[in-house]
Nanobody
Framework: QVQLVESGGGLVQAGGSLRLSCAASGRTFSSYGMSWFRQAPGKDRELVAAISWSGGTIYYTDSVKGRFTISRANAKNTVYLQMNSLKPEDTAVYYC??????????????????WGQGTQVTVSS
């Protein structure tokens, strides 16, 4: 069992930065691929960034490339999402998710076993 708790969301002006953190419980954090999804009102949940269990493979959706950075600190059981040059269209609830397949980056919501409660990110124009 893995429990995930996100933090770091908030209200920021366009062009600003936020860093999201996701703290995981359990001793096997390093075995899980970790991802950040987001969901805006009326839209489907979408994969924003993902990092494989080994840290060797990283994925970003096109709209955040060059602006967001995902990283993990296995010693702290934590995954981060550094978000720079934020835009109003980045406004959403951001969710941390974990999957244990060890088969590379997973893209679908249903492939993830564990989810955090979400943290709101609001970018004003």
């Amino acid at each position: 069992q893995v429990q995930l708790v996100e933090s770091g969301g908030g209200l920021v002006q366009a062009g600003g930065s936020l860093r999201l953190s996701c703290a995981a419980s359990g001793r096997t954090f390093s075995s899980y691929g970790m991802s950040w999804f987001r969901q805006a009102p009326g839209k489907d949940r979408e994969l924003v960034a993902a990092i494989s269990w080994s840290g060797g493979t990283i994925y970003y959706t096109d709209s955040v490339k060059g602006r967001f950075t995902i990283s993990r600190a296995n010693a702290k059981n934590t995954v981060y999402l550094q978000m720079n040059s934020l835009k109003p269209e980045d406004t959403a609830v951001y969710y941390c998710a974990a999957e244990g397949s060890r088969r590379g980056i997973r893209f679908r919501v249903e492939e993830y076993e564990y989810w955090g409660q979400g943290t709101q990110v609001t970018v004003s124009s």
